[in-house]
């Protein structure tokens, strides 16, 4: 089997360092958290901001002073801004992550960038709202800047739409997805291997279990030949009840997991090479 990618998802727009006073915030914050994630073996940072106190932001500006913060300590990862940003932004705001990728050749080109490719329930009153016309616009800026998208997957319909983006022209191939289980879809090894046997043969995918379903979704995924995503953006608890110290924490215990289970972790640019991303620029 491929070696396996860990994306940690250190931040997040929506949780507060009142539910875990380990999420980041400050760029010293978010750097040190990032930091710990690479040095227990995740290639991917996929990454939200917040201004110091706590307040969520797609600020380019913001976003790049915490990429050049996080490249000082982890000079070769692979960092994915997210386009999804915080409920209720509009989808210029959310876009300006990719601008930072202006120009193209530079150390802070951000080489991937989430893209949500549909609407969804996030609990109570609150959807994430992704229209068609966002996902067109978003998916073709992406590829005018050279930004691979990491295609996030709320629901199973949501593949059919990607695939459809492809075929129109909006996405390139091969697409690499993130199935996102336990928010809309349940985290089942059934629906997990739907969505699995639902993607092209060349396409890679990684899977966020949300809440407690973080590791074991993790596990399967290691077990079925994808790659996992773990982190405070997704899971605050390092086991029933205990809050995680860390991102580090997290990754260190997916990482012992897929050591036991004999699946060797991918370096960042073993990672570049799987998702097919160019090598580093210097
Ligand atoms: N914070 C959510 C509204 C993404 O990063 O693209 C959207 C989200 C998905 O987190
Ligand atoms: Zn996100």
């Known amino acids: 089997m491929e070696k396996l990618i860990v994306t940690a998802a250190i931040c997040g727009a929506e949780v507060t360092k009142s539910q875990n006073p380990n999420i980041p915030y400050t760029l010293d914050e978010i750097a040190r958290e990032a930091h710990l994630a690479y040095q227990a ?59 930072v990728a202006e120009p193209a050749v ?4 951000p080489e991937m960038a989430t893209l949500d490719c549909g609407s969804c329930n996030f609990g109570g009153d609150e959807v994430f709202i992704n229209s068609d016309n966002t996902i067109k616009t978003f998916g073709k800026t992406m590829i005018q800047r050279g930004v ?40 089942t090894a059934r629906d997990l291997s739907y969505m699995v046997h639902s993607i092209p043969l060349d396409a890679t ?42 991102n580090g924490e997290l990754v260190e215990k997916v990482v012992r997991i897929a050591r036991e289970l004999d699946r060797p972790i991918a370096s960042p640019i073993e990672a570049r090479n799987i998702l097919g991303l160019p090598p580093l620029k210097s």
Not at 73 to 96: F, K, N, V, Y
Not at 106 to 109: D, E, R, T
Not at 205 to 224: C, E, H, N, Y
Request: hydrophobic letters at 40%; one cysteine or more; charged letters at 25%.
């Open 106 to 109: 530079n150390l802070f080109h």
């Open 205 to 246: 995918w990684t899977v966020a279990g949300i809440g407690r379903f973080q590791m074991s979704m993790a596990a399967l995924g290691i077990l079925m030949g994808g790659h996992v995503r773990v982190g405070f953006e997704d899971n605050l608890y390092i086991k029933k009840g205990i809050l995680a110290k860390s």
């Open 148 to 187: 691979k998208p990491e295609i996030e997957i709320f629901d199973k319909g949501m593949i059919d739409i990607a695939l459809r983006m492809a075929e129109q022209g909006f996405i390139q191939h091969p697409i690499h997805f993130d199935f996102v289980m336990g928010l809309q879809i349940n985290a």
């Open 41 to 99: 073996g995740a290639s991917i940072i996929h990454l939200h901001v917040r201004e110091d106190d706590g307040r969520p932001t797609q600020d380019k500006d913001r976003f790049k002073k915490s990429m050049d913060a996080i490249r000082t300590l982890c000079p070769d990862i692979i960092i994915q801004p997210s386009t999804g940003g915080a409920l209720g932004m509009s989808d210029m705001e959310r876009l300006q992550t990719t601008e």
